[in-house]
């Protein structure tokens, strides 16, 4: 004997119950769905019912079917869309994190780590100072007679001006040559040491200048250092950064701080321009004034001092051809240094 299900109670019920959690869309799927679930069940039954009852019977449960599973998809799209990636995540805890973002390091960094790897390999410590300095080391202690032109508005930015006493004006650093004084002051001869930093100039920007900048300055005093001694570690540290293949010069120069002066040129070829010779650095004998203004006797001892520009460099290494796309911070540009 069998009995006709109650099909009006189950479909009350299916559309009442509440589905909001995981475990209630599991239950309900077992309890309606699942291969042993009551639909199934009594669609198998069919066949034991009364012959006149069957079709009515058969069309039912198969509209109860439909219903049941259409509430089940909407309630387990609705869950997953609420908890999105968090319910995945947890749910399997062996799935690989989500990707995190990772910075790049700036070519400015990449640079100079390296200028400073190949100096510490050539035997030369590290050294640094103030970007705020005082007129007297920025200039008068490196030889800069009174009246000379890179003490002008035009090349210094002047943070504070003492008209009774011009040496203590205060100035943002127009180059790193001022640590080469603070230096020898705490340190007596052998002094071999590089000395990087961030320099500023009040120059109009444009895609070769910008109004900061950073240098590597380089001094070494002992006895017996020559200008021979300058030259072979300048061509070895450009040969280190560039590749024996490198095509440099070096052109007598002046600067008020060094006896002879100076400069290295490297030859530049980006993309399909045509090439050119670029400065990449100045330098020179520590000029016996310079000596005597930290008290170290110019009759014992000599040096040589080189100061070279970050940017520059930076710029002839990796083709770049505006010096303001280093101070942009465009992700677009600097995602291209990893
Ligand atoms: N200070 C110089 C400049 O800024 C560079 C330099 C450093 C030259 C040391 C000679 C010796 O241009």
């Not at 109860?64 to 997953?80: C, D, H, I």
């Amino acid at each position: 004997m069998s009995t006709t299900p109650d099909t009006e109670a189950i479909k009350k019920e299916i559309s009442s119950c509440s589905l909001d959690s995981g475990d209630a869309l599991e239950s309900f799927r077992l309890k309606y769905l699942s291969r042993k679930g009551l639909i199934p069940e009594l669609l198998a039954g069919i066949g034991k019912a009364a012959p006149e009852d069957r079709a009515r019977l058969g069309k039912e449960l198969n509209e109860l079917k439909q219903l049941a599973t259409t509430r089940f998809e909407e309630a387990k799209a609705e869950l997953e869309s609420q908890t999105g990636a968090q319910v995945t995540a947890t749910d399997d805890p062996t799935l690989p994190p989500p990707p995190t973002a990772v910075g790049s390091t700036h070519p400015l960094s990449q640079t100079l780590a390296e200028i400073k790897s190949i100096f510490y390999r050539l035997g030369f410590t590290i050294a640094d100072g103030p970007e705020l300095e005082d007129d007297f080391h920025n200039f008068t202690a490196l030889n800069f007679p009174p009246e000379h032109p890179a003490r002008d508005m035009q090349d210094t930015f002047f943070i504070r001006k003492d008209e009774q006493n011009p040496e203590n004006d205060l100035v943002l650093r127009t180059h790193t040559s001022p640590v080469q004084i603070r230096l020898m002051k705490e340190q007596k001869p052998p002094v071999r040491a590089i000395m990087p930093g961030r320099v500023y100039r009040n120059e109009s920007i444009t895609a070769k200048s910008y109004c900061l900048f950073h240098q590597v300055e380089g001094l070494y005093v002992d006895k017996n250092v020559s200008l021979a001694d300058l030259k072979h570690t300048l061509i070895t540290f450009a040969g280190h950064l560039f590749g024996k293949n490198l095509k440099y010069r070096i052109r007598p120069s002046f600067f008020p701080f060094t006896e002879p002066s100076l400069e290295m040129d490297i030859w530049w070829e980006t993309g399909n321009r045509p090439g050119q010779w670029m400065e990449i650095l100045g330098a020179g004998m520590v000029h016996p004034n310079v000596l005597k203004a930290v008290d170290v006797d110019p009759e014992v001892y000599t040096g040589f001092a080189f100061g070279m520009g970050v940017e520059r460099i930076t710029m002839s290494r990796y083709e770049i051809d505006d010096i303001r796309l280093l101070y942009d911070n465009d992700l677009r540009f600097l995602n291209q240094f990893p």
